[in-house]
């Protein structure tokens, strides 16, 4: 089964990113149990570069494809997971990377459309919330991707968002902030 190419964010409106993500359909690793088989001597990087023992996955349609099977456990580790079969894989940080952003609408009516670099598609809202760390190099935003999976908001992301909440268009009661998909999320880490 071919992976579909990865969509230009700048050139979708946010309808066509809603159709985008509906038709989207993911395997269901979160019904798959087979036994843990081992390592699968895989890791994602802080920066979200994909690795496989030790050299960095060079086709982006294999790390795509990699990203669908890809489930986080109770125990807050991370699995590749197969009806079959269940292997460890090493994340450093957050295992999808938000490369890409796009604003439609202003003040409570804002959406805002993630790009991550697997190119799936997420709108921040309640099911898919922003959250902010502070972190040794300043404030370490995260959206929830699925199932316990977040994407690290790529520093230049991040710079747009924090000039969009500081343009005072998206403050809140609890101060700098920014709405999407009718739902606020405070600038500052809680």
Not at 150 to 158: D, Q
């Amino acid at each position: 089964m071919p992976m579909e190419p990865i969509p230009d964010l700048a050139m979708l409106d946010l309808a066509s990113i809603v159709k985008l993500m509906e038709e989207r359909r993911l395997p269901p690793v979160d019904r798959w149990n087979p036994s843990h088989c081992g390592d699968a001597e895989m890791r994602i990087a802080r920066d979200g570069t994909w690795y496989h023992q030790g050299s960095p996955i060079g086709r982006p349609t294999m790390v795509r494809l990699f990203s669908t099977v890809l489930r986080r456990e109770p125990d807050s580790g991370f699995v590749l997971v197969t009806p079959v079969e269940k292997l460890s894989i090493e994340v450093e940080d957050a295992p999808f990377l938000a490369t890409a952003l796009k604003v439609e609408g202003k003040g409570r009516a804002t959406r805002l459309a993630f790009q991550l670099n697997t190119g799936d598609l997420v709108t921040a809202g309640a099911e898919h919330p922003l959250r902010f760390e502070e972190g040794e190099d300043g404030p370490r935003p995260y959206l929830h991707v699925r199932g316990g999976l977040e994407a690290l908001v790529a520093r230049p992301v991040y710079y747009e968002l924090a000039e969009l909440a500081l343009a005072g268009e998206q403050s809140g009661s609890s101060g700098p902030g920014l709405w999407s998909d009718g739902a606020f999320f405070p600038l500052a880490a809680a």
